[in-house]
């Protein structure tokens, strides 16, 4: 999945243009995704629990391309 950039960081089509999103099954899936991506990358947010989600991270990786990796928990409407 690809989707815009968040509100609070600032646009740039040639830095930022779109985002590529990878949601895994489990927390080992996502941290050996993480592993490969990081060599050369830039952090942008460390892998790590968030709001939503046991595991979350964001890094542009050596080619330029932003990667967001969660792990995919079930949707409970309350």
């Known amino acids: 999945m690809a989707y815009d950039v968040r ?3 600032t ?3 040639g830095d930022r243009a779109f985002f590529v ?3 895994g099954e ?8 993480w592993k490969g991506l990081s060599d050369g ?4 947010e460390d892998l ?6 046991p595991l979350y991270g964001m890094l542009r990786d050596r080619f330029g391309v932003t ?3 969660d792990v995919a928990v079930e949707y409970n409407a309350g």
Do not use: F, H, K, N
């Not at 489990?26 to 995704?33: C, P, R, S």
């Not at 990358?41 to 942008?44: L, N, P, R, S, Y």
């Not at 790590?48 to 989600?53: D, H, L, Q, V």
């Open 67 to 69: 990667w967001v990796l």
């Open 48 to 53: 790590g629990p968030a709001g939503w989600t």
């Open 21 to 23: 999103s990878v949601r």
């Open 41 to 44: 990358a830039t952090v942008i």
């Open 7 to 9: 509100e609070e960081q």
């Open 26 to 33: 489990d927390a080992d899936e996502i941290t050996a995704y």
């Open 11 to 13: 646009y740039d089509a």
